[in-house]
């Protein structure tokens, strides 16, 4: 047993994950460093420290920072989290067209490998942006990561294809749920990943299950979709500290056992291990781990 803050249950995951496992997808934040003056989020301090006892909790070696909407585009504090975690992490930033070639360069080296737009709760650049933006990072090797409602990704589909940089489709492309293979935006969304440039995050099962807690089954039934359809492309994240449910908008999840459900929906070791370790390799440039 151990304490861990913003997360529901007290016991380890009964999965025990291999060297390299990655939590691809959590927040970090800092008092240290202010809010953007517009930020509707605005989240208790859930710093390094207390990141770092959820991964010894969870028994996972590496993690991606993603820049939360809280601090628009001012990314002090995931660049402080990426110097605090070292190699063991990667970031996703927030730009906007205001965001200078120095800035970018110091992001890279610092770690981020991608910036995020935020279309479900909006912080930074615009989506009118995304096309210049992603223009700028392309020739770091940077992707795009987008947060929106399935129903808008499928509309911005032939813009999102045109990319010059991969994509990172963010929480299993947030279909309403049940049914989210029946809905109109599966197809459009399936061609994105099926055209080999597109990846999606497993993660947020809770955010819009109507099956809830513990097992999240219409979220289960998602992400087994998502991995039979491009095992290669599908990643893992926390949501760490989970700042929808802190603010009362859902119930606290249990990370564990959103560890423990993402290695009952997997359909094998090698495939569970793909999501975890391989996966984030190849996306963030994170050290190839031996079998061995």
């Not at 989290?81 to 205001?98: F, N, P, S, Y």
């Not at 990704?153 to 947030?174: C, K, N, T, Y």
Request: glycine share 6%; charged share 20%; with cysteine.
């Amino acid at each position: 047993m151990t304490t861990v803050p913003f997360t529901a249950g007290e016991a380890r995951p009964v999965y025990r994950a291999p060297p390299g496992a990655t939590d691809c997808h959590h927040h970090i934040y800092d008092d240290r460093f202010a809010p953007d003056a517009r930020a509707a989020l605005r989240p208790a301090a859930a710093t390094v420290a207390m990141y770092r006892r959820l991964r010894e909790h969870l028994g996972l070696s590496r993690s991606v920072v993603v820049q939360p909407s809280t601090y628009g585009t001012d990314n002090a504090c995931l660049m402080d989290a990426l110097r605090q975690l070292g190699d063991a992490a990667r970031g996703v930033a927030v730009i906007d067209e205001a965001t200078d070639d120095v800035a970018l360069r110091a992001m890279d080296e610092a770690g981020v490998r991608g910036i995020r737009f935020n279309l479900a709760r909006p912080a930074g650049a615009a989506a009118d942006a995304l096309d210049v933006l992603a223009r700028r990072v392309a020739p770091l090797g940077w992707h795009v990561q987008l947060h929106a409602p399935a129903s808008r990704i499928a509309a911005m589909a032939a813009q999102l294809e045109s990319l010059p940089v991969p994509l990172v489709i963010d929480h299993l492309g947030r279909f309403a749920q049940p049914g989210a293979m029946e809905d109109a935006a599966w197809p459009v969304l399936r061609r994105l990943v099926d055209g080999g440039r597109a990846w999606v995050k497993l993660s947020g099962a809770y955010h819009d299950s109507a099956d809830g807690a513990p097992d999240y089954a219409d979220s289960g039934a998602l992400t087994r979709a998502w991995l039979a359809a491009a095992p290669e492309r599908v990643v893992w994240g926390t949501d760490w500290p989970h700042p929808a449910a802190t603010a009362g908008e859902k119930p606290l999840p249990d990370d564990a056992r959103l560890l423990d459900l993402l290695a009952a929906w997997a359909p094998s070791a090698e495939a569970l291990r793909r999501v975890l370790v391989d996966n984030p390799v190849t996306l963030y440039g994170f050290a190839p781990i031996s079998q061995s």
